[in-house]
């Protein structure tokens, strides 16, 4: 052990020499260094609780975050009397419900929806025959809670657009006597909001399941009466019945008989209801430069002489769609000719025209035919509508849409070969006609009796192989949809075309396959297009395998 030399001098005594500075320094930074150690640790922690959110974590996702979701939300919302997402949102907490009532585009779609069969069902007991008190009276109710809902919404929308959507279907098994039919009464508190002069809307649609003895539904055309005209420039109105709307009962629910929307200044209307009822609709024809009319899905009949009356109004028209309801047996008689000289875009759904309607519509500046959702008869080159079109503005279609049930294959390679600059293409079947279950359909895929469908020709005639030349060579999008590939070969024709159609070595003439969208109803189990295409070093971005 080392000694100082003041404790040399003491050795043989029993005296014990303490360094005193040294022992009492020690002893008081002992303490201190605790001391020290503590404080730091006590800032480090009120460090960390100053710089960590204490909140919920359902108040910590950001705005734009919460507004994304929200619009999601809004845009698959359910009708009315559904809770919508905008309103839960605002009973979740104080910031999203201060987020959502500063948002008024939140607000901005409101929609409603009344089966009165579920009304009446709702009576329990029934009430007895002819005594329909208590149905007005839930009828009341109900309509005061929609008129509670769109009066909510106008104002949490602060002054933005809005959009209304209603439908209503009137209970089949109710059969209102004339003693009880002023309706209008019931309606006027949703009638009164509504037509507020500062509501500003932009579009309403009514989608109406009408008993045309005795309706309730009808009476909702009021909302159209009574919605102030400036701003609006959409409307939809589809009136489902099983047969035309006496003309009394018109002049019960509209002025003078008359749905009378001249003062909307409509660019788009979509009108679908028998066609003897189109006499009741007044609008600015001329000023329509979008127009759907038709059959409405309860299968009126419409005809293709019915359908070019109307658009005989509509020379400004750029966008058609028509639902037309005739038997394939119907042979029309002579159609006059007309010419709509800015229409562009030509839809139509339910049951294919029959080829004098091709004639008699002249469309110079047509580039988008789409007729995949409409049923026909397999027709060949002399006979198809379809086809005639095709022949005769097929040069400038940049986007067709065709049911390959509907043409016999030769009908098929000549409609093929005249769409030289076609980039969306659409190959699809035909449905059978959607059955009305109330307000409800069901649509049932069905083929043609005795078709054969050439699944692997079709897709060779796009082959920028093919020896006979390559059809559509600016194609960019094929559909082809209810697809059969059952056989090998359909499967291989599919693999070898977007092969092909992707190569860089392909001929400059033909465009990339951007796009391959394939909906199968059968193909070879286990047979995997993409594993295919893969193997050939193919880049499958933009393909899309479906089966029903």
């Known amino acids: 052990m080392d000694s100082s030399p003041q404790s040399e001098q003491h050795l043989d005594t029993n005296i014990l020499i303490l360094e005193a500075p040294n022992a009492a320094t020690a002893l008081e930074a002992a303490p201190r260094g605790i001391i020290d150690a503590v404080d730091n640790e006590i800032a480090e922690l009120e460090e960390e609780g100053r710089s960590h959110d204490t909140k919920p974590p359902i108040q910590r996702i950001p705005d734009d975050i919460l507004l994304e979701s929200f619009f999601k939300l809004v845009t698959s919302a359910a009708p009315w009397p ?33 089966p009165l069969a579920s009304v009446w069902e709702e009576l329990n007991p029934p009430p007895a ?55 209008s009464q019931v309606f006027a508190p949703l009638v009164e909001v509504v037509s507020d002069s500062t509501t500003q809307w932009e579009s309403i649609d009514l989608d109406l399941a009408v008993v045309p003895e005795s309706s309730l539904a009808l009476h909702l055309l009021r909302l159209l009466v009574a919605l102030p005209g400036s701003g609006m420039r959409s409307a939809v109105l589809c009136l489902q019945m099983s047969s035309q709307i006496p003309e009394s009962l018109w002049n019960e629910v509209l002025p003078d008989g008359k749905l009378d929307l001249r003062s909307a200044e409509l660019h788009s209307l979509s009108v679908r209801m028998a066609y003897g009822d189109m006499s009741c609709v007044q ?35 750029i966008h058609c769609t028509i639902y037309f309801s005739v038997a394939s047996s119907h042979r029309p008689p002579v159609l006059e000719s007309l010419t709509l000289t800015h229409l562009e875009s030509l839809t139509i759904v339910g049951k294919l025209p029959p080829r004098p309607f091709a004639e ?13 959702r409409a049923m026909g008869v397999e027709e060949g080159v002399k006979t198809s509508a379809v086809l005639l079109w095709i022949e005769k503005y097929g040069a400038q279609l940049k986007e067709v849409s065709v049911a390959y049930t509907s043409l016999k294959m030769p009908a098929m390679r000549v409609a093929l070969n005249n769409l030289p600059n076609v980039e969306s293409l659409e190959l699809t079947s035909r449905t059978s006609p959607p059955a009305n279950i109330g307000p409800f359909r069901l649509t049932i895929f069905t083929l043609p009796s005795g078709f054969t469908f050439d699944a692997d020709g079709i897709l060779k005639e796009l ?86």
């Open 360 to 372: 008699a519509l002249e469309l110079p500046s047509l580039t988008r035919l789409l007729t995949g």
């Open 129 to 183: 025959q002819g005594d329909f008190e208590q149905y007005l009276s839930l009828c009341r109710h109900y309509l005061h809670s929609m008129a509670e809902r769109v009066r909510m919404f106008t104002q949490r929308s602060a002054g933005c657009p809005l959009q209304l959507e209603v439908m209503v279907y009137d209970a089949v098994k109710v059969r209102l006597p004339s003693s009880l039919q002023p309706w």
């Open 283 to 317: 609008a600015s024809w001329e000023g329509l430069t979008t127009l759907t009319s038709g059959a409405p899905p309860s299968g009126s009949r419409f005809l293709p002489s019915e359908a070019l009356d109307i658009l005989r109004s509509t020379p400004n028209l």
């Open 82 to 114: 559904y809770a919508h997402p905008s309103i839960v949102a605002s009973q979740v907490c104080h910031g999203w419900r201060d987020l959502v009532l500063s948002t008024p585009l939140l607000w901005t779609k409101i929609e409603l929806i009344l």
């Open 463 to 548: 082959d920028p192989g093919n020896p006979d030349g390559c059809p559509c060579p600016r194609l960019r999008t094929l559909v082809l949809e209810h697809w059969f590939g059952s056989e090998e070969k359909a499967m291989d024709a599919a693999v070898d075309l977007v092969e092909k159609r992707r190569n860089p070595q392909r001929p400059e003439s033909i465009s990339r396959l951007d796009t391959l969208d394939i909906t199968f109803l059968q193909r070879p189990p286990g047979r995997d297009i993409f594993v295919d295409l893969e193997r050939k070093g193919v880049d499958t971005d933009g393909i899309t395998i479906r089966s029903k």
